[in-house]
């Protein structure tokens, strides 16, 4: 009988397969049992996430990642896509980041999606292991890193620092500020469609407006 889901587990990161002809019902279904089971071999690991084998809307990747946080004690830290260039280069600015974070700039990590309106605030840089929904908001006299989705709003450099950044796995925000530089969304967000591919992306201001460019650590070296 053909597996729904086949789990593989590498260092740092695991690989679901998920059958195509399947239902998604069924596969949320056999994802819980799966992680329920192997919950004592995963222990409370952090990884990187990858999903293949079938198409997910980012509705059902939320849909997925709620059954492995209620059927495990495994934290997703964010989801990678099966481009090998792209996520190489984002886990290079990542670690670059992270080396500001540690080196003179105060940080600070928060585990969770925000949802339901609300709203983190914080005079500090931040890392967000976890996605801002529509209606819920961060905000940072720094700098904004986001390991999963901007579809929200977040404002950086929240005393007119205009040489602070947003950074976010998919960034697709309803409302960004940096320093004093504004941006809206006037086209109504794709985040319920299908999503090829991760494109990390980082937001900052050039030439006296905001710019989205692609993430990389060369690019985080300049600002």
Same mark, same amino acid.
């Given at each position: ?6 789990? =593989?587990?590498? @260092?740092?990161?695991? $690989? ?15 994802? %819980? !049992? ?6 004592? !071999?995963? *222990?409370?690991?952090?990884? %990187? ?17 709620? $059954? #492995? ?17 792209? /996520?190489?280069? !984002? ?11 540690? +080196? *003179?700039?105060? *940080?600070?990590? &928060?585990? +969770? ?8 605030? $914080?005079? /500090? ?8 929904? @529509?209606?819920? %908001? ?18 950086? +450099?929240? /005393?007119?620092?205009?040489?602070? &950044? ?6 697709? @925000?309803?409302?960004?500020?940096? +320093?004093? !530089?504004? &941006?809206?969304? /006037? ?9 090829? =591919? ?5 937001? &900052? ?17 300049? #600002?």
């Amino acid at each position: 009988m053909k597996d729904k889901v086949i789990i =593989k587990s590498f @260092p740092n990161g695991i $690989t679901l397969h998920m059958d195509e002809e399947t239902d998604f019902d069924d596969i949320l279904e056999e994802l %819980a !049992f799966k992680f329920s089971e192997a919950r004592n !071999f995963f *222990g409370t690991a952090s990884v %990187a996430l990858s999903m293949e084998g079938r198409a997910l809307s980012p509705a059902q990747e939320i849909l997925v990642l709620e $059954t #492995i946080r209620k059927s495990s004690s495994v934290n997703v830290v964010c989801i990678v896509g099966k481009d090998e260039a792209t /996520n190489k280069k !984002f886990i290079k600015a990542l670690q670059h980041v992270e080396k500001k974070l540690t +080196g *003179g700039d105060e *940080g600070q990590f &928060y585990k +969770g999606t925000l949802k339901n309106r609300e709203v983190l605030e $914080t005079e /500090n840089s931040i890392v967000i292991l976890g996605d801002v929904y @529509p209606g819920s %908001a961060v905000i940072s006299a720094r700098n904004i890193i986001i390991l999963g989705g901007l579809y929200g709003e977040a404002y950086a +450099g929240g /005393n007119g620092q205009e040489n602070a &950044y947003v950074v976010a796995l998919e960034m697709e @925000p309803e409302r960004l500020k940096v +320093g004093d !530089f504004k &941006y809206k969304s /006037n086209t109504r967000q794709s985040k319920w469609g299908i999503r090829p =591919k991760v494109q990390p992306k980082i937001a &900052y201001v050039k030439n006296r407006k905001i710019v989205f460019e692609p993430l990389t650590k060369e690019l985080l070296d300049s #600002i």
